[in-house]
C-alpha cells in the first residue's frame, strides 16, 4: 500500500496481495461499504498463538491484544488466543529457547504472532539455545520459507528518513527473502581451535534448485499483483550458490512468468542502489543472508525500524488448503528501552494486519488498521524514534489506543 494522502477525508489507496483479492479502497474516517458486508459474515474461530519473547516483545504484543479484544467485540473474529514463551524468556524458564510443547502449539495454531527475543543478558549462554535459536526453530519446523518484509513510507514520516523527502516519499516495496537455506541452517558450522591461539570459523552456504524455485515464485506471484516488476539480488560473480540462484529465476521466469519483468542485480550493488534510488524497485527476491540485510537497509528508508512488520510463510497444504504462518515486526528486541513505555507499536499491529491479509484472507480489516495506523500519524502523535519538531510524542500504550480509537471512527 502506498500512503500519499492522509489528510483527513482523502483516500488510501489499496495494497496488492498474493493471497487475496486487492482491498476495496479505504477513505479515512469514513465506512467502507465492503467492510459493512465483511461484518455480516459468519466467521470461523481462528487460532492464534502470541509468543511476546523478550525486550519491547511483551510491551507491543500487549497492543496487539487489544486489538484481537477489540476485534472480537466489534464482530470482526472470533479470534482464541493462547500464548507461550519463547527465546530468553523461555531459556529461563526452561533452559532452551522454546520448549516441544510451545512448538507442539505453533503446529497447531492457525497463525503463530510473535514479538521479538534477544538481549544482553543472554549473550553467553550456549549458542544451541541462545534466544535467536527459537525464532530459528519455528520458521524450520514450520517450514516458513518465505519471509515478506513491506517497506511503506507513509508521507507524514518522510522526514524522519535519513534520506531527502523526494527520495522516500511514497516508498513502496516488498522485499521477499529466502527463509530456511543459506548461510543460517547450512552445515558444517563449526568453530575449530587450530592450536597457537589461532581459531577457524566455518559457516556453509547451501542452497538447493527447489529451494531457489519456490521462493522465486512467490516473488514473481507478488510482483504480478503489484507493479509487475520483480528484482532477483545475489552474488553469482564470487559466490556459486549466486551462480545457481541467477540460473534458476531465470528458468522460473522463462516457464512461469514471462509477463513479469525481470531484472537482476548483484546484492551488494543493490544494497547501494536501495539508498541511492529505492522507488526504482517494486519487488526484490533474495536469499537468507542477504535479505536479513537488505530488508533493515529498507527498513531504515522509512524512517525506523519500528514501523516495519513482516510476514513468514509456508506452503499452501494441498489437503487443508492453509499454510503456516508467523508475523512479527522487523525491530527486535531493543533491550536499551525494554520496560520504559517508550516502545513503537505500530510495526507490531501492522504485522497483525499482515495476518489478517494472508493468512484469513480479511482484507477488509486488514485495510482498516492500515488505515487507522495512517490517520493517527495524520494526527501528529509519534513515538520517540519517529518524533519530529511540531508532532506529540507519545508511549506505546497510546499509540496503541491512538491506532483503535481510529479504527472505531473508520468502522462506523
Same mark, same amino acid.
Given at each position: 500500500?502506498r500512503l500519499t494522502k492522509?489528510?483527513?477525508?482523502?483516500?488510501v /489507496?489499496?495494497?496488492?496481495?498474493?493471497?487475496?483479492?486487492?482491498?476495496?479502497?479505504? !477513505?479515512?474516517?469514513s465506512v467502507? /461499504?465492503?467492510?459493512?458486508?465483511?461484518?455480516?459474515r459468519?466467521?470461523?474461530?481462528?487460532?492464534l498463538?502470541?509468543l511476546p519473547?523478550?525486550?519491547?516483545?511483551?510491551?507491543?504484543m500487549?497492543e496487539?491484544e487489544?486489538?484481537?479484544?477489540?476485534?472480537?467485540?466489534?464482530? @470482526?473474529? /472470533?479470534?482464541?488466543?493462547e500464548?507461550?514463551?519463547v527465546g530468553?524468556?523461555?531459556?529461563?524458564?526452561?533452559?532452551?529457547? =522454546?520448549t516441544?510443547?510451545?512448538?507442539?502449539?505453533?503446529?497447531?495454531?492457525?497463525?503463530?504472532i510473535f514479538?521479538a527475543v534477544?538481549?544482553p543478558?543472554?549473550?553467553?549462554?550456549?549458542?544451541? +539455545?541462545?534466544?535467536e535459536?527459537?525464532?530459528l526453530?519455528l520458521r &524450520?519446523e514450520l517450514r516458513?520459507?518465505?519471509n515478506?518484509? #513491506?517497506a511503506?513510507?507513509?508521507a507524514?514520516?518522510?522526514?524522519s528518513?535519513?534520506? &531527502?523527502?523526494?527520495?522516500v516519499e511514497?516508498?513502496?516495496?516488498?522485499?521477499?527473502?529466502?527463509l530456511?537455506?543459506g548461510?543460517?541452517?547450512?552445515?558444517?558450522k563449526?568453530?575449530?581451535?587450530?592450536?597457537?591461539?589461532q581459531k577457524?570459523a +566455518?559457516?556453509t552456504?547451501?542452497?538447493?534448485?527447489?529451494?531457489?524455485?519456490?521462493?522465486?515464485?512467490?516473488g514473481f506471484?507478488?510482483?504480478?499483483?503489484?507493479?509487475n516488476k520483480l528484482?532477483s539480488?545475489?552474488?553469482?560473480n564470487?559466490?556459486?550458490?549466486? +551462480?545457481?540462484?541467477h540460473?534458476?529465476?531465470?528458468d522460473?521466469?522463462?516457464?512461469a512468468?514471462k509477463?513479469?519483468r525481470?531484472e537482476?542485480?548483484l546484492a551488494d550493488?543493490?544494497a547501494?542502489?536501495? =539508498?541511492?534510488?529505492p522507488k526504482?524497485?517494486?519487488?526484490?527476491v533474495?536469499d537468507?543472508?542477504f535479505?536479513?540485510v537488505l530488508?533493515?537497509v529498507?527498513?531504515m528508508l522509512?524512517?525506523?525500524?519500528g514501523m516495519l512488520?513482516?510476514?513468514?510463510l509456508?506452503?499452501?497444504?494441498?489437503?487443508t488448503g492453509?499454510r503456516?504462518?508467523?508475523?512479527? #515486526?522487523?525491530?527486535?528486541?531493543a533491550?536499551?528501552i525494554?520496560g520504559?513505555?517508550? !516502545?513503537?507499536?505500530i *510495526?507490531?499491529l501492522?504485522?497483525f494486519?499482515m495476518?489478517l491479509?494472508?493468512s484469513?484472507?480479511?482484507?477488509?480489516?486488514?485495510?482498516?488498521?492500515?488505515?487507522?495506523?495512517?490517520? *493517527?500519524?495524520?494526527?501528529g502523535l509519534?513515538?520517540?524514534?519517529?518524533?519530529s /519538531?511540531?508532532?506529540?510524542?507519545?508511549g506505546?500504550?497510546?499509540?496503541?489506543?491512538?491506532? @483503535?480509537?481510529?479504527?472505531?471512527?473508520l468502522?462506523?
Amino acid at each position: 500500500m502506498r500512503l500519499t494522502k492522509v489528510r483527513l477525508g482523502e483516500q488510501v /489507496p489499496p495494497r496488492r496481495s498474493i493471497v487475496t483479492m486487492p482491498p476495496a479502497v479505504l !477513505a479515512i474516517r469514513s465506512v467502507p /461499504p465492503a467492510f459493512k458486508q465483511y461484518k455480516a459474515r459468519d466467521m470461523p474461530a481462528f487460532k492464534l498463538l502470541l509468543l511476546p519473547g523478550d525486550g519491547i516483545g511483551p510491551e507491543v504484543m500487549a497492543e496487539v491484544e487489544k486489538l484481537i479484544a477489540f476485534m472480537n467485540k466489534r464482530g @470482526l473474529g /472470533p479470534f482464541e488466543t493462547e500464548r507461550g514463551l519463547v527465546g530468553g524468556a523461555a531459556y529461563d524458564a526452561h533452559g532452551v529457547a =522454546v520448549t516441544d510443547a510451545t512448538m507442539a502449539l505453533a503446529q497447531t495454531a492457525d497463525a503463530v504472532i510473535f514479538g521479538a527475543v534477544g538481549g544482553p543478558k543472554w549473550d553467553k549462554v550456549p549458542f544451541e +539455545v541462545r534466544p535467536e535459536a527459537g525464532l530459528l526453530r519455528l520458521r &524450520k519446523e514450520l517450514r516458513l520459507f518465505a519471509n515478506l518484509r #513491506p517497506a511503506i513510507c507513509y508521507a507524514p514520516l518522510a522526514e524522519s528518513s535519513s534520506l &531527502k523527502r523526494e527520495v522516500v516519499e511514497g516508498l513502496d516495496i516488498m522485499i521477499v527473502r529466502e527463509l530456511t537455506g543459506g548461510v543460517y541452517f547450512g552445515e558444517p558450522k563449526t568453530i575449530t581451535d587450530l592450536g597457537n591461539g589461532q581459531k577457524r570459523a +566455518v559457516d556453509t552456504q547451501v542452497y538447493d534448485t527447489y529451494e531457489i524455485e519456490r521462493i522465486a515464485r512467490v516473488g514473481f506471484e507478488l510482483a504480478r499483483k503489484r507493479r509487475n516488476k520483480l528484482t532477483s539480488m545475489e552474488k553469482r560473480n564470487v559466490m556459486k550458490t549466486g +551462480v545457481l540462484w541467477h540460473e534458476v529465476v531465470n528458468d522460473v521466469h522463462q516457464r512461469a512468468f514471462k509477463d513479469v519483468r525481470l531484472e537482476h542485480q548483484l546484492a551488494d550493488a543493490g544494497a547501494m542502489q536501495l =539508498v541511492r534510488h529505492p522507488k526504482q524497485f517494486d519487488v526484490i527476491v533474495t536469499d537468507n543472508l542477504f535479505g536479513d540485510v537488505l530488508s533493515d537497509v529498507a527498513a531504515m528508508l522509512t524512517g525506523s525500524l519500528g514501523m516495519l512488520p513482516s510476514a513468514s510463510l509456508g506452503e499452501v497444504s494441498a489437503k487443508t488448503g492453509k499454510r503456516k504462518a508467523l508475523y512479527e #515486526p522487523v525491530h527486535g528486541s531493543a533491550p536499551d528501552i525494554a520496560g520504559k513505555g517508550e !516502545a513503537n507499536p505500530i *510495526a507490531m499491529l501492522a504485522s497483525f494486519g499482515m495476518a489478517l491479509r494472508y493468512s484469513f484472507a480479511m482484507s477488509e480489516p486488514a485495510d482498516l488498521i492500515e488505515a487507522a495506523i495512517a490517520a *493517527a500519524l495524520a494526527r501528529g502523535l509519534r513515538t520517540s524514534d519517529i518524533k519530529s /519538531p511540531g508532532m506529540t510524542v507519545v508511549g506505546t500504550a497510546a499509540m496503541g489506543e491512538a491506532v @483503535l480509537a481510529e479504527m472505531d471512527l473508520l468502522a462506523g
